[in-house]
């Protein structure tokens, strides 16, 4: 949604706001958890992802940048809610972290692919850019894949984990929508007869038990 000209409406301020700083804290978490990885292999992947989430974030700076909007602006206002979310599921291990990543990155983008329907067209390419899989999904799989069936232990362990990843998203996710106006009616007025932030969830909920399964956690 835009106003007239091609001036971008406050909630698609917010709207890259929010991704702009997922994008950036998912560079720090990839190069944080690749200096922990068990293998070069694993390190190199994750260096790769790491890469690629600032080069997102950078699109999402020279998109809002042509708007004449600081992208440290635009990320202000969501910091402390998304690092709360960070701090309260901060993995204890290599596996937790790249189910965090899986899964978390997932439930992210989920929510970004349905509203980008609902912004202006050029807005709405730069979110399918941003949202495009770095290839961490296949890596991710195999990974926990092969660890769960070397140790079926683990298997229940990283379920519980998975369950509690969407959990503190939606509970974060809910809390950023209560704190800004814009947000919450561009999402009602986008998502029409959809159920609004609840319709949402529960798109989010069905897309995760999806990924759990792919994972082999379900």
């Known amino acids: 949604m835009t106003t007239g000209g091609d001036a971008p409406t406050a909630a ?8 702009a700083y997922g994008e950036l804290s998912a560079f720090d978490r990839l190069a944080e958890d690749a200096r922990a990885a068990p ?4 390190r190199a992947q994750l260096s790769t992802m790491a890469a690629a989430e600032i080069g997102h974030f950078r699109l999402i700076e020279d998109h809002l940048g042509r708007s004449g909007i600081a992208v440290a602006d635009a990320m202000a206002p969501f910091v402390a809610l998304i690092d ?3 701090a309260s599921t901060a ?5 937790e972290s790249l189910v965090k990543a899986y899964l ?4 992210g983008a989920d929510f ?3 509203v980008a329907g ?3 067209p050029g807005t709405g390419d730069l979110v399918q850019r941003v949202l495009a899989d770095t290839g961490h999904s296949a890596f991710a799989e195999r990974e926990v894949q092969a660890a769960c069936a070397a140790n079926p232990a683990q298997r229940d362990r990283l379920a519980l984990w998975g369950r509690r990843l969407l959990g503190e998203a939606v509970t974060h996710a809910q809390r950023v929508v209560a704190e800004r106006d814009e947000l919450a009616e561009f999402i009602v007025l ?3 007869e959809k159920g609004g932030v609840a319709g949402l969830i529960r798109t989010v909920q069905t897309a995760h038990g999806r990924r759990m399964g792919r994972l082999g956690l379900s």
Not at 12 to 19: Q, R
Not at 39 to 42: D, Q, S
Not at 91 to 95: A, E, G, T, V, Y
Not at 104 to 107: H, I, N, R, S, V
Request: aromatic share 12%.
């Open 112 to 114: 970004y692919r349905e």
């Open 12 to 19: 698609t301020v917010e709207l890259l706001g929010v991704l």
């Open 39 to 42: 293998t070069l292999a694993g």
């Open 84 to 86: 709360s979310y960070h």
């Open 91 to 95: 993995p204890r291990s290599w596996l």
């Open 104 to 107: 978390g990155d997932g439930l």
């Open 118 to 120: 609902w912004v202006d």
């Open 190 to 192: 986008g998502s029409g």
